[in-house]
């Protein structure tokens, strides 16, 4: 699944793959320009789940209170 991921990334311009040619295999990836790009957009988002997540989770559990007494 991560190799299914990698190459979705890389195929999508977002990481580049760097060889080595070595025993044992040895691999790295980088962020281009574009994925560099998106970390800049997606950092704001990541904030906000950091500080909302105890909210997200309390509305959660008193969502499923509220519905299983309902039934």
């Known amino acids: ?37 998106l970390q800049h957009a997606l950092t704001p988002m990541f904030a906000w789940i950091d500080d909302n997540y105890g909210a997200v989770q309390a509305a959660r559990a008193d969502y499923a209170g509220r519905t299983a007494q309902a039934a």
């Open 1 to 37: 699944m991560l190799t299914q991921t990698l190459r979705a990334l890389e195929a999508n311009g977002l990481v580049e793959r760097h060889d080595f040619a070595t025993v044992p295999p040895h691999v790295e990836y980088d962020l281009t320009p574009l994925g560099i790009s």
